[in-house]
C-alpha cells in the first residue's frame, strides 16, 4: 500500500482523459504542484487508438471541426501537429432492414470534418511531455473523497477494504463524467439531493457505444466510386465511414454499432457479423482485412454504467451539473465534456471545461 501522501500538494486531478490532462499542462505551465490520478492502467481515457503499422485507430473520437472549435485549433498547431480532411467524396450506402443494399448521393460534413495524422492519442502523448512524469498515477481508482479541516482527501481503492493510497489537497479537479462519478465515488459530506440527481441525469458521451475499424493494403471501396460512408437499418453497424490514413496505407473503415448495448451483451463478438456486414456494402474484399479492432465502450466500468445502456437519440445539451462548475466552497471543480456550457460531447468541450477549472482554482 502506497503511503498516504502528506506532502503539500496544491491540486488532485481525477482522471487522465483529454480534460484532465489538458488541465495537468495547464497546472504544469503555471508551475503548480498536482498529481493526476487515472483508474485504468493507461492514459487517454475515451481516447483510444491501438495502433497497425503505425497507424493509430480512433476507436474513441476521431473527428474535430477547426472552423467552429477555436481551441482544437489552436492545440493542434501548438503541439505541432497535423490535421487533414475526413475523406468523403464518391456515393455513399444505404442498408435496408431487409438487407437489401442501394447506392446513395455522398454528403460532405459542413463544416468540414478533420483527423489528426497520428490518432486522436497524438493529443495526449504530445500534452504529456511537459508533464512530469511522476505526477500521473495509473491504476489509482478513486472510491472516495471527504472534506476535513486540513483539505480535500482522496482514496485509491474500493470501499469496505482498507485504502490502496490516500492524498490530500487543497482543491480536486473531477475530469471524470458526472454520472460516473456519482455512481463511483462516495461523497462526504454527501452530495446535495440536487447536484447528485443532476450527475445520475447527465448521459456519458460515447457510453453505450461500440465502434469498429477494419484496416486494408487498398482502399477498395474509393477504386469502385464509393466514399466509405454507410448507413443501416439492419445492423450490427448503423454508420460507417472512411477511416483511412493521410491518403497512404493502411486505409480502413470505421464506425459504430447500430444495436442497443443490451443486445449486444448477448453477443459480444461481433466480428464475423461485421465482416459480413462490410461484405454486404463493399464487397467480399471488406472480409479480409489486415487487421480488425473492436471496442465497446458500454461495458468499459471506467467510462460506463447500467445508465448508460439505452441509446442516446439526440445529441445533449451538456452543461454544469445543476448549473454548478464547483461545489465545497471551490475546493472541488468540474471538468470534462459533459460538464463544458459549450461545445460538451465533443474535444472541444473537454479542453473548454479544463481551462475554467484550472482558471477558477
Not at 273 to 287: E, R
Not at 341 to 351: P, S
Amino acid at each position: 500500500m502506497d503511503p498516504v501522501a502528506t506532502k503539500s500538494i496544491e491540486t488532485i486531478i481525477i482522471g487522465a482523459g483529454l480534460s484532465g490532462i489538458y488541465a495537468a499542462s495547464l497546472l504544469t505551465s503555471q508551475k503548480k504542484s498536482f498529481v493526476v490520478l487515472e483508474a485504468r492502467n493507461r492514459i487517454g481515457g475515451r481516447i483510444l487508438c491501438p495502433r497497425h503499422d503505425g497507424y493509430g485507430c480512433d476507436l474513441g473520437p476521431s473527428w474535430y471541426w477547426p472552423d467552429i472549435h477555436p481551441r482544437m485549433k489552436r492545440l493542434v498547431a501548438a503541439l505541432g501537429l497535423k490535421g487533414y480532411r475526413q475523406f468523403e467524396e464518391g456515393m455513399g450506402r444505404y442498408q435496408q432492414q431487409n438487407g437489401a443494399v442501394h447506392t446513395v448521393r455522398g454528403y460532405g460534413s459542413e463544416p468540414f470534418s478533420w483527423r489528426i495524422v497520428g490518432g486522436m492519442t497524438a493529443l495526449i502523448t504530445k500534452l504529456c511531455e511537459s508533464i512530469p512524469h511522476d505526477a500521473i498515477r495509473l491504476n489509482h481508482s478513486v472510491c472516495a473523497i471527504e472534506r476535513r479541516s486540513d483539505g480535500v482527501w482522496v482514496t485509491v481503492g474500493e470501499l469496505e477494504k482498507a485504502p490502496r493510497a490516500q492524498f490530500v489537497a487543497q482543491q480536486v479537479i473531477l475530469a471524470l463524467p458526472p454520472r460516473l462519478t456519482a455512481a463511483t465515488i462516495l461523497f462526504t459530506p454527501d452530495l446535495p439531493d440536487r447536484l447528485a440527481q443532476a450527475m445520475l441525469k447527465t448521459g456519458t458521451w460515447m457510453a453505450g457505444q461500440a465502434k469498429f475499424y477494419a484496416l486494408y493494403e487498398t482502399p477498395f471501396w474509393r477504386n469502385a466510386g464509393l466514399s466509405g460512408q454507410a448507413f443501416s437499418e439492419r445492423g450490427p453497424l448503423g454508420e460507417i465511414h472512411d477511416g483511412s490514413n493521410n491518403d497512404t496505407v493502411p486505409y480502413g473503415l470505421t464506425g459504430f454499432a447500430g444495436i442497443p448495448a443490451v443486445q449486444r451483451r448477448q453477443q459480444p463478438d461481433l466480428s464475423e457479423a461485421i465482416l459480413n456486414q462490410l461484405a454486404a456494402l463493399f464487397g467480399p474484399a471488406a472480409t479480409k482485412p489486415a487487421k480488425l479492432f473492436y471496442q465497446d465502450w458500454a461495458f468499459e466500468p471506467f467510462t460506463a454504467t447500467e445508465y448508460d445502456y439505452p441509446p442516446m437519440l439526440t445529441h445533449p445539451i451538456y452543461q454544469p451539473p445543476a448549473g454548478q462548475s464547483d461545489m465545497w466552497d471551490g475546493a472541488i471543480h468540474f471538468a470534462g465534456t459533459e460538464t463544458a456550457d459549450q461545445h460538451g460531447g465533443y474535444l472541444e468541450g473537454a479542453l473548454r471545461s479544463a481551462e475554467r477549472a484550472v482558471y477558477h482554482l
